[in-house]
Nanobody
């Protein structure tokens, strides 16, 4: 089992930036594909970005492409989400998630991830 803890959320103005971190403990996630998801009030949880174990393969949702960047530092067992040019529609609770070890594909459906953090709130004011 792995424990994931997100941090870095907060309140920012339109056009601002935030960097989210997801620190893993317990089972190492260095061999796991990791993903960031978000959930706005009244909406389903949606995929934002994913990264494979080496960082060599990345997939970013169209809605955030060119503004958000995902990266990882396996030595620190941490995954990051750099968010630039934030918009009010980016307001949501952001979650990181891990796929089971050995499952390398970056998938966008939440059902393919078996470990989740508690989430961190991101609010973008207009």
């Amino acid at each position: 089992q792995v424990q994931l803890v997100e941090s870095g959320g907060g309140l920012v103005q339109t056009g601002g930036s935030l960097r989210l971190s997801c620190a893993a403990s317990g089972r190492t996630t260095s061999s796991s594909t990791m993903g960031w998801f978000r959930q706005a009030p009244g909406k389903e949880r949606e995929f934002v970005a994913g990264i494979n174990w080496s960082g060599g393969t990345i997939y970013v949702a169209v809605s955030v492409k060119g503004r958000f960047t995902i990266s990882r530092d396996n030595a620190k067992n941490t995954v990051y989400l750099q968010m630039n040019s934030l918009k009010p529609e980016d307001t949501a609770v952001y979650y990181c998630a891990a796929r089971p070890a050995g499952r390398s594909a970056i998938l966008t459906d939440t059902t393919h991830y078996d470990n989740w953090g508690q989430g961190t709130q991101v609010t973008v004011s207009s």
